[in-house]
């Protein structure tokens, strides 16, 4: 698992990591204590990082009831959307795939948006785990440059195998880390 200063140092080499207080929170429920510690002590402050297609983006605290549109409620209407579980507070996503914290168990879960009904899986253990996890597959990216995708349009292997060394060095085991990299198209 990563720790908090892993965590804020990956962030920071794709936007800007400031400790944001609790107050800055808008929600209509308190703000669940690890979003707390996570906002206060890593601080991603609305972050994009570049990966294989879509960016993920990490809202700042201020905006993040605001990104509940569209997955807690109705972003026209205004109305709740049934399927979505009070439980679960959208974090971070990636176009149609979207990170959820799990706000009884502090777990990351993660599913697409227009599937249908709401059948999120865990996938990080923590948000730390999943920021740095994200962080360092962007770091990847950008380092390869030009390098990264095989003519057709495939990643190529030497950064996969990069991907897994650096993801299992944070997710703890080479099972969670194939899952991983499985359900965000990298393998």
């Known amino acids: 698992m990563a720790t908090t200063q892993l965590a804020r140092k990956l962030l920071a080499k794709h936007g800007k990591v400031i400790s944001q207080p609790a107050t800055d929170w808008t929600g209509s429920f308190p703000l669940p204590r690890p979003l707390e510690k996570f906002y206060r002590e890593v601080g991603p402050y609305d972050i994009t990082i570049e990966t294989t297609g879509n960016p993920f983006f990490l809202p700042r605290l201020a905006a993040l009831w605001n990104y509940q549109a569209g997955y807690r409620w109705n972003g026209f209407s205004r109305k709740p959307c049934p399927d979505w579980n009070d439980d679960w ?51 990847i990216v950008h380092s390869a440059g030009e390098d990264f995708m095989e003519p057709d349009c495939s990643i190529r292997r030497k950064y996969v195998a990069l991907a897994k060394s650096r993801l299992r060095k944070l997710l703890g085991s080479m099972k969670a880390t194939q899952f991983v990299l499985e359900k965000l198209s990298w393998a």
């Open 89 to 139: 507070l959208m974090v971070a996503h990636e176009f149609e795939g979207v990170f959820i914290l799990s706000r009884k168990s502090g777990h990351i879960l993660h599913d697409l948006h227009g599937g249908g009904a709401w059948k999120p899986y865990p996938l990080f253990p923590n948000l730390n785990t999943m920021a740095a996890c994200l962080a360092e597959l962007g770091n």
